[in-house]
C-alpha cells in the first residue's frame, strides 16, 4: 500500500473520520472481525474504504482495481476483480467470464486454495455518516449512470413501509424456502426511533401504522461495493435479472464484501448448517448456469438475501417466476418484486400510484366476483340505489373507487411481467365495472358521476358552510378527480427513498415511507422474532460471542 494512503478507519482526508456508512462502532467491528481471520486485515478495511469511494464517484474503477492488485496478488494468489468498462461484453458484464469453468464440476476455486476462514461475526442505523466529510477530490464518475440497459431485466422491490404491520412473515416465509441459520436474516424488519419519530409500546397500541418501520434485504445494487473487493468474483452481479449474488464453490470466505458492504447484509456460516445437504432441493441451491448461489451456504462461505433465483430460472414453474417467498406471504402486500425496468410490473406501479395500487390491492378482494357478479344482478334494477340495495359488497363507494380505478387506467406498452399482480387486480375490478355497465348502470353518465362524487364541479365548490371564496382542492379534469378520490381512500405515501442513496450504489429496492433518521436505533415491535420461532442476533445462537448488532444485524 503506498505510504500517502489513509490508515484503516481514517477519511480520505487522513482524519479519523470513519468511511463505513453505519459508523465508527460497526466500523471497529468489522475490523475486530478480520483480525480473528488468516486474512489481511488492514487490506481487508482499505479496499473497503475504497470499494464505497468508487461508488460514490471519488475514484475510478481503473484507480481502484491498480492500487491493490499487487496486495491482492499476495494475499490471495490471484486477483479477478473486474475493471466495470462499457466496452465489456462478456456474459456478465465484466464478471461473469472468470467463473464460467467452475460451473463444469472442475474443482472450485475454494477448494483449490484451501482457505476456510475463521474468526467472528448496530446499536444505531448510521445512516447518519454518509456525506458528513468534503471528498477529497472532484468526482470522477457520474454515479448515475452507472446503470446497465435499462430494456433488461432488473429484478428489484418497491416496499411500502407505511403499511407494513411487522408481523415477520416475510422473515419466516424467506427461511422456510432458504434454510439459513437462525439469526442470518436474509430479510429483516425492525421498528425504530430516531429522536424526531417514536415507534408506540408494543403492548400498548392503537394501529400497526403507529409504527415506524424498516423492511431490509439486501439492496442489490447496480453498482455494489462488496462485488468490487471480492478476490474470487464468488460475490458478483449475474448479467439475468441483475441480481448480485454469490458463488458457493468459488467464494473463500474472506469476508472483504462484508466490510465493503454499506448496508450490513452478508452472513458468515461459521459452523456446519443446520440444515444438511441431502435436505436441499438441487433445484433451489443450483440456478440455470448451474453455479450455487441459493439456499443456505456451506460452512466457511458468505450468503445473503438472493432475490430467489431458482424462482426467476423457472426452476419452480412459469407460476413462480417474478415472485419471491416474501412477498408472496406478506398480508398486507407491501413488498412489491419484479422487473424495475418496466414500467408496468408491480414494483413501479407502485412506486408511480401507490394510493391506486393500495386501491387495487384492497378493492379486488372486496368486490363481488365477476364469475358471480351477473347472477346476482339478475331481476335488480338498473340504477345505483337499486344496485348497492341488492348486492353484497356493492356499495356506492366501492363503486365510485372501481369507477375511479377505470377512469385513471394506463395504456402500457410493455405487457407485466410474469408473477406480478396488479395488473390481474386491476383486472378483476375493471371487469365488474364492465359488468354494471352491461347490466345498464350509466357509469360515464353525469347524472351517475355526480352521485358518486366524480365530476369536476364538485372540486371546484368551496366547502359547504365554509364561507370561502376558493375550494381547498382545485380540479382540472375527470383523472384528477378519480385520482383525488383514490387518495383520499387510501393517501398517498408522504416520502419515498432508497437507503444511502448518496453513496451512488443504485439499490434496487426503493421504500415508500418514513426513512430512519442519524440517530435511528431499533425498538420492539408488535411481534418479536422469538414469537414466530426466528432469533433477532445472529450472535444469540453462535457458541462463541459476536460482534454486537442491533438494527442491521450481519454477523
Known amino acids: 500500500m503506498s505510504s500517502d494512503e489513509p490508515a484503516p478507519g481514517e477519511g480520505p482526508d487522513g482524519t ?12 471497529d467491528e468489522l475490523e475486530d472481525l478480520l483480525d480473528e481471520t488468516e486474512y489481511d486485515t488492514e487490506l481487508g478495511m482499505e479496499m473497503g474504504r475504497d470499494a464505497i469511494r468508487v461508488t460514490k464517484g471519488e475514484l ?28 465489456d461484453g462478456n456474459d456478465e458484464g465484466g464478471l461473469g467470464a472468470t467463473l464460467s469453468k467452475f460451473a463444469t464440476g472442475e474443482e472450485s476455486r475454494r477448494e483449490m486454495l484451501k482457505k476456510a476462514g475463521a474468526g467472528v461475526g448496530f446499536a444505531s442505523l448510521g445512516w447518519g455518516a ?45 427461511n422456510a424456502e432458504h434454510n439459513w441459520d437462525l ?40 453498482d455494489a461495493p462488496c462485488e468490487k473487493v471480492c478476490p474470487t468474483t464468488a460475490r458478483h452481479t449475474r448479467e439475468k435479472g441483475g441480481m448480485v449474488l454469490t ?43 448451474d453455479r450455487r448461489v441459493s439456499s443456505r451456504a456451506p460452512r466457511g462461505v458468505m450468503s445473503k438475501c438472493v432475490f430467489d433465483p431458482a424462482r426467476q430460472d423457472g426452476n419452480f414453474g412459469e407460476s413462480n417466476i417474478g415472485t419471491v417467498a416474501c412477498e408472496v406471504a406478506c398480508p398486507p402486500s407491501v413488498i412489491q418484486f ?18 391506486r395500487a393500495r386501491v387495487l390491492i384492497r378493492l379486488s378482494t372486496m368486490l363481488p366476483s365477476p364469475d358471480n357478479l351477473p347472477s346476482m344482478l339478475e331481476g335488480v334494477g338498473t340504477d345505483l340505489d337499486a344496485i348497492t340495495g341488492a348486492v353484497d359488497g356493492l356499495d ?62 364538485q372540486f371546484q365548490r368551496p366547502p359547504a358552510g365554509s364561507g370561502e371564496d376558493s375550494p ?67 450472535q444469540n445462537v453462535l457458541e462463541d460471542e459476536t460482534v454486537g448488532l442491533g438494527i442491521i444485524d450481519s454477523s
Request: aromatic share 8%; with cysteine.
Open 60 to 87: 475510478s474503477e481503473e484507480e481502484f482495481h491498480e492500487r491493490y492488485h499487487d496486495d491482492v496478488m499476495e494475499e490471495f494468489g490471484e486477483d479477478e476483480r473486474p475493471i466495470a468498462s462499457p466496452d
Open 472 to 538: 381547498d382542492i382545485v380540479v382540472n379534469n375527470r383523472e384528477d378527480v378519480a385520482q383525488q378520490r383514490l387518495e383520499e381512500y387510501i393517501p398517498p405515501s408522504g416520502n419515498e427513498f432508497e437507503l444511502l442513496a448518496d453513496l451512488g450504489t443504485n439499490p434496487n429496492v426503493t421504500y415508500l415511507g418514513q426513512e430512519p433518521g442519524p440517530e435511528a436505533h431499533q425498538v420492539p415491535g408488535p411481534t418479536s422474532y422469538e414469537d414466530v420461532g426466528m432469533v433477532s442476533k445472529r
Open 247 to 289: 458463488d458457493y464453490d468459488v467464494c473463500i470466505g474472506c469476508r472483504y464484501c462484508q466490510v465493503a458492504c454499506p448496508y450490513g447484509v452478508n452472513y458468515f456460516q461459521w459452523e456446519e448448517p443446520t440444515v444438511d445437504e441431502e435436505e436441499l432441493s438441487p433445484d433451489m441451491v443450483y440456478d440455470y448456469r
Open 130 to 174: 454518509v456525506d458528513q466529510q468534503e471528498p477529497e477530490q472532484e468526482a470522477v464518475e457520474d454515479p448515475s449512470e452507472v446503470h446497465p440497459d435499462e430494456d433488461a431485466t432488473q429484478w428489484g422491490m418497491t416496499i411500502d413501509l407505511e403499511y407494513c404491520d411487522g408481523c415477520l412473515s416475510c422473515v419466516t416465509a424467506c
Open 338 to 355: 419484479g422487473d424495475k425496468n418496466n414500467p408496468n410490473s408491480d414494483p413501479s406501479r407502485y412506486q408511480e400510484n401507490p394510493a
Open 16 to 27: 479519523d473520520e470513519p468511511f463505513h456508512p453505519l459508523g465508527e462502532s460497526w466500523q
Open 396 to 457: 356506492e363507494q366501492s363503486i365510485m373507487l372501481a369507477t375511479a380505478v377505470q377512469i385513471t387506467n394506463v395504456e402500457y406498452d410493455q405487457e407485466a411481467p410474469p408473477g406480478d399482480t396488479l395488473v390481474d387486480q386491476e383486472a378483476t375490478i375493471l371487469e365488474v365495472v364492465s359488468i354494471l355497465e352491461d347490466h345498464g348502470l350509466a357509469l360515464q353518465s353525469e347524472e351517475v358521476l355526480s352521485e358518486l362524487g366524480l365530476t369536476v364541479d
Open 183 to 222: 439469526g442470518s436474516n436474509w430479510m429483516y424488519v425492525l421498528a425504530f426511533e430516531d429522536g424526531d419519530v417514536e415507534s408506540p409500546d408494543p403492548d400498548n397500541f392503537e394501529s400497526h401504522r403507529d409504527f415506524n418501520f424498516l423492511v431490509r434485504p439486501c439492496q442489490h445494487c447496480t
